[in-house]
């Protein structure tokens, strides 16, 4: 399960100073609009390496990443307008090209 962050602050923060993520959970974070610029990610106070997932407006996976926690930022390859992070061990589980859907309740 993951949580969405939707607002400039959530995204903005990311899962910065949480120490640890556990396999089953990690952060939706919705940008306004799909682009390279605005769906990259900074690693700065974070204590984990993380699996990145860029999916784009029609829910196709478009670029995908292990961030290290010493690497200061990531953007992907093409514009996307979601970014799923995820504990590392899950990055295996999508590809480019896969198609994805969410449930927001």
Not at 74 to 83: G, K, L, Q, T
């Amino acid at each position: 399960m993951a949580d969405w962050g939707v607002s400039f602050l959530q995204r903005l923060a990311g899962l910065m100073f949480r120490k640890a993520l556990p396999p089953t959970q990690g952060l939706l974070l919705v940008q306004p609009v799909e682009t390279r610029l605005d769906a990259s990610i900074h690693m700065f106070f974070v204590a984990t390496n993380l699996a990145v997932i860029w999916i784009d407006n029609q829910g196709k996976v478009v670029d995908t990443r292990l961030a290290t926690r010493w690497h200061p930022y990531y953007a992907p390859s093409r514009p996307a307008r979601f970014v799923l992070e995820i504990h590392p061990s899950r990055l295996d589980d999508f590809c480019c090209g896969d198609q994805v859907s969410f449930n927001h309740a």
